[in-house]
């Protein structure tokens, strides 16, 4: 009999994560890579990229990337401005798929299972989705005195900017929200920075989502298809790769053997746990962000989530495999 063979869709993080670790693991994969628009510029942690580096086997990732050192941030309307020190590396989401893209054998034969880390997903299964808000991304010149390798975050009556340099005189500045429009508008930290903007980029959804149905028989969801953060959780990138790292094990038990119903239920399960946290960390930052009609609606549609009955956890992962737990 020939070996399974598993077809995943996608081209982002997740897609290439689990594309990488399945083949590591001598498992045959076909990656199937639609066309989207990539994320110009996005800060990965120092813990972040330690994972990325480990699971990749790519230990220079990102070793010549521009190094942010200092995170500021004036959040709550009247509360001032906060400075904090911070480890974070400048990319585009083009470089860092760039450096990642897995290789090895493409396989032609019918897939016995499917990962969606891209839409559409199966049918009858959708997305929920809570919010609407949308970024914007602009190339911005920096004015002298910007203090040097500082992130900024500000929150503005109807949304939020964060600015990400990446280089001495040169950023990429994201608006949320209504903001998007005239995204200086009542600025007051970032404003006085920004010399010029170049034209803006198309809107890329910024708000959680969540697919209705996240695995089924055959098939799982993972990445973007199965979840989506708000960028302002500002790790985005490595919660992709974790969902990736347990969509893999999740299908490496399956071919081992383990009972798929069960499998299908601790993925259910685990996905959805993370995506509660990630809600509860958005509610924070959402009802501590200006006050005002724009951040009451933002809140209010993070308040309409709804968990479900948390089951359960039937396996732990051990060195990217899963184990059952015994009862
Ligand atoms: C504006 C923005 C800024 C971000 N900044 C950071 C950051 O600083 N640090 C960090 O760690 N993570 C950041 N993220 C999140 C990070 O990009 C994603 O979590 C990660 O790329 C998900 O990978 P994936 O393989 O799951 O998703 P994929 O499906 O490959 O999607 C990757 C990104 O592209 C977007 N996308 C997918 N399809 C489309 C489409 N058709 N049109 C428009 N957009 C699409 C998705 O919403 C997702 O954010 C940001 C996301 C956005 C939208």
């Not at 920004?194 to 708000?207: C, G, M, V, Y």
Request: aromatic share 8%; with cysteine.
């Amino acid at each position: 009999m020939s070996a399974p063979v598993v077809e995943v869709r996608g081209d982002g993080i997740a897609a290439y994560c689990c594309t990488h670790l399945l083949r590591k693991a001598g498992i045959p994969v076909r990656l199937v890579r639609p066309e989207r628009p990539r994320v110009p510029a996005i800060l990965i942690s120092e813990a972040a990229l330690h994972l990325l580096r480990d699971i990749f086997d790519s230990p220079s990732l990102l070793a010549n990337s521009f190094l942010i050192r200092q995170r500021i941030v004036a959040w709550a309307a009247g509360q001032g401005v906060s400075r904090m020190d911070h480890r974070g590396y400048v990319t585009s989401e083009q470089e860092l798929l760039a450096s990642l893209l897995p290789d090895g054998e493409t396989c032609s034969a019918k897939p016995d299972f499917l990962i969606y880390s891209s839409n559409p997903l199966p049918a009858g299964v959708n997305q929920q989705h809570l919010g609407s808000r949308a970024a914007i991304a602009w190339r911005a010149a920096l004015r002298h005195g910007c203090p040097p390798a500082a992130c900024m975050t500000e929150s503005l009556p109807a949304g939020w900017l964060f600015l990400l340099p990446d280089g001495a005189h040169s950023a990429w500045l994201l608006a949320v929200g209504d903001a998007a429009g005239r995204p200086l508008g009542t600025s007051e930290l970032i404003a006085p920075y920004i010399e010029t903007l170049s034209e803006a980029s198309s809107p890329f959804p910024s708000h959680p989502r969540i697919a209705t149905q996240l695995a089924g028989p055959g098939w799982l969801a993972c990445g973007s298809a199965a979840m989506s953060f708000d960028p302002i959780c500002g790790d985005g990138t490595a919660l992709a790769v974790r969902t990736a790292i347990l969509a893999a094990a999740v299908i490496r038990a399956h071919l081992d053997g383990h009972d798929p119903a069960s499998l299908r239920q601790h993925y259910e399960s685990r996905v959805r746990a993370g995506f509660q946290r990630h809600v509860d960390l958005c509610r924070q930052f959402y009802r501590h962000g200006f006050g005002g009609p724009w951040w009451e609606d933002e809140l209010a549609a993070l308040d309409a989530f709804t968990p479900g009955t948390p089951e359960p956890f039937r396996y732990r992962l051990r060195d990217l495999t899963l184990e059952a737990v015994s009862d």
